[in-house]
Every structure is written in structure tokens, then in C-alpha cells.
């Protein structure tokens, strides 16, 4: 089977956040499992696409209204990541440092989904599946269906997999002119809520739906950020798959960014060492506790509740613990967080900003990982966690109630209910708690590492839901 995979991110090409896990695992296992795998996202202007090399494959025009911009596909010479990886070469909009939050954000992905189909339509055989993720790439499916010059594709088969429901790429209907010539009679299959709304089309048009976890889709049939109603009426062509993770990528027996390499036999004391050089690095105190926080600074995390829980059970626990945070985001959180520096030296530390090591030391060093949040699609870091040997702290929402059940239920972890200061103070009290009794704790964190998030189970859902489409056709 071919599978064309379209997405905006991919780890380790382009990476925000999970979705650029996803797109950089679950391709390499389907091309392990003997698929003909292809990945395709923009040119950015970042360290792997500087560092590697790349094959001219195919050049074209982006017509968008009355712009026309010139486009190249290139190819990764040697498939270094496991599978085919194909650039969208669009100069002008995407040689830039960041992925998103650009003004031209519209125009910059629209162009960059009609260059991919132009390519893909000027091919002699076509792929079996084309696989979108997210609002990004949600208008592929409408102009597969319906944009005259894209007719050849009808038959193509499509899923749009669902990483996060909040940001669904709506625009006015003014810019209703960039898309390609499409069947009139059509045009409100693109409307959502007066405007044009990428996700909302891709969940219409797609041959099946999927969201990254079983109880995030229960979740959006209930609330779905406007978009209840349109995932009930889908309901037939939905499935929710929890997201794998890259046992090769997060290892800590092999990760060359941990200060000491572990198994499950060694992990007390390869722990210890990750913590200790931690510890030392960040100034906090070893022998405490250490809780953890790495994510984007948004409400969505619960990020806004941190600075002040991490005040309260800081001094409620008077300094028995140590909290360090790393990530960037909403400038006031990060305001905040960065104050408390000074008030919990020795016990307390920040880093602001994105950064790929000091992520993988921290599931190494941690002794918990806090994950207040009030959406989580799916949640990766509570499985590199687990992984880890590094007990996360969740709320139950989302992926994190598929994945992690309290220790009171003779679970894997500590939850709550309520993304609130209360809550997490609660539960860090709890965890210190279970801290002290070495030994609950050191066999908890045992039964995480045992865990199976492993892509190889994960890959063969996708690929029976990949079947029950194409048999349909
Ligand atoms: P989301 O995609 O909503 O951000 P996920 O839990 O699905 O959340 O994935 C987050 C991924 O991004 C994980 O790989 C996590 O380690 C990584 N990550 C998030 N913030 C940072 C940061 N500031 N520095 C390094 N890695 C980060």
C-alpha cells in the first residue's frame, strides 16, 4: 500500500510539538511493516533541512488569486528517517525559522496544500492513501473532491487524523478566491460558523476520521470547540487510535542526550545519576523530590495554574521538594515563572524556551512529571514519562485517562479531576507521600517502564482503518 502522509510538522525535520512525533514515528513503522511510505511538509528554514541533502523531484506554480508562486519538490537522498521524505520548497513563505504564527499563516499553508496536490495529480500512478493531519491540511480532502483541476484524485482515499481540535484554521469567506476552481454547488461543505474552516471541511470530506486518543473522541462528541454536532454526524467514520511512541528515539538504555544510560534493572541507580547532574546544572537539591513541568506555556496545558501552584506546594511542603519548568509560551506565564526564581532559589528553576536535550534529561532526572492540563488530545510526555521511569501527574482528560490510572486504583500514576492550584497541590502532596515509601515507589515506577506504547501495535489500527476505506471503494 502507498501512504502519502501531509502534515506541517515532523520530528526531527520541524518539530512544536507531538504532532511532529507522530509524523516523524508512525511512518517510519508503517515502512517497517512494508509499506511504501511518503511524508511530505514545507521547507523550513532549520537545522535538518540546512544539515542534509535533497534530490530536485518536481517543479510547478501555486496559483493563490492573483499570486503565483513557484514551487520545488525535494527528496532526502538516502531516507535517513526510515521513509520517504519529501519538501514543498515555497521560498518566499516558508524559508523561515518558526513553523507557525506568521500573519500569512493562510496563505502560506493554502499554498502549500495546492502544491502538494499539484504534484501528486501530475504523477502516473497515484497513492492508495493520503493521510492529512491537522487544520493544515484539512482543504486537501474538499479539493480532491471537488477543484475541477484535481479530478484524477477522486478515487484516492483520505483520513485526516485529528492531533488538536482547538486551532481549525478558519478564514473569511473574502479569500474564497485562493482556492482552485472547485464545483460551485460545493461551497458550503467549507463553512463552518460563517467562515471557512479547514478542519471542519476535512472532517466533512475525509473518507475517515481519526483523533490521537479513544477518550479524546468521546470528549469532542461532547465538546468539540464548536464542533459537537459535525463529530457526532461522523460518529460512523471516526475512530479514535492512541498515538505510539518512538522506542528507538525515547530509550533511555540508548539516548544520547541523558547524562547516563539505564534499564529498568539499573534505573534506581541511573536515575539518581540523570537527577543528580540535573540538579546540579538547575541548583536544586538532589535529595528532594523532583517534579517536573515540560510543555507550551498555554491555558490548554494548565500552564496558567503553574506559577501559582508551584508557589503554594513549595512553601506548604517548606522547600521539601524541588519543581523545574521548561517551556515558552504566554509571555504573562512565563513572567511568572520566571519571578519565582529568585523566591525558591535552590529548590526552584525555569528555563524558558524550546529545547530537545534538556526534554529527554529531564524525563531521565524527574521523579514525576506534572500534567495539569485542561486539553490533551493524546499527551506524549506522560508515556516518554512512563518510559522514563518517571511517574507523571495528570489530569484526567483526554489521552491522559486512556493511558494512566491513579495508584489508589492500583494504577500507574497519580490523577485529578479539576485543572486547578487546589488539585495540583493535592496531588504533588500525594507524591511526596509515595516518595517516602521507597518502596510503593520504586515498583510503581517499575510497572511504568514495563508499559507497551510501542508504534509497532499502534500502526496495524491505522492500517485496518486504511483497509475498511479502500475496500469501500
Ligand atoms: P503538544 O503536541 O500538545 O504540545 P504532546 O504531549 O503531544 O503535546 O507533545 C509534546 C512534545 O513536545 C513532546 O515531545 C515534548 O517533550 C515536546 N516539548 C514540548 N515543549 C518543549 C520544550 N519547551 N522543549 C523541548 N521539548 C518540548
Redesign the pocket.
Known sequence: MEIVHIAAEC?PVA????????VGALPKYQSEAGHLVRVVIPHYDTKFINDNQFDFVYSGFVKLGNFNFPFDILKEKTSILGFELYLVQISELFDRKEVYGYEDDTERFLSFQIACLNWINSRATFPDIIHCHDHHTGLIPFMMQYANKYEKLRNVQTVITI??AIYQGQFGFDKLYYLPEFDLSKVTVLEWDNKINSLATAIKCASAVST?SPNFLNEVNNFGYGLESLFNFVRHKSRGIL?GIDTEVWNPEQDKMIFANYSIKSVEKGKQQNKEKLCSQFNLDPTKPLFSF???LLD??GADLLPHAAASALSENFRDINILI???GNAAIENQLSHLVTSFKGNYNF?I????E??HQM?AGSDFLL?PSRV???????M?SFRYGTIPIVRRTGGLKDTVTDIGDNGNGICHDQASIVDICYSIQRAVKLYKDKKRFKNIRKIGMTIDHSWERVCQEYIEMYHLKTNMK
Not at 518539530?15 to 507522530?22: R, T
Not at 524556551?353 to 530537545?356: K, S
Open positions: 520530528y518539530k512544536v510539538g507531538g504532532l511532529a512525533d507522530v492531533h488538536n490521537v498515538n515540560i510543555g507550551r490548554e496545558k521548561l517551556g515558552s528555563f524556551g524550546y529545547n530537545e534538556l526534554a524525563y500534567m490533551e488530545p493524546c499527551g506524549l510526555n506522560q516518554y
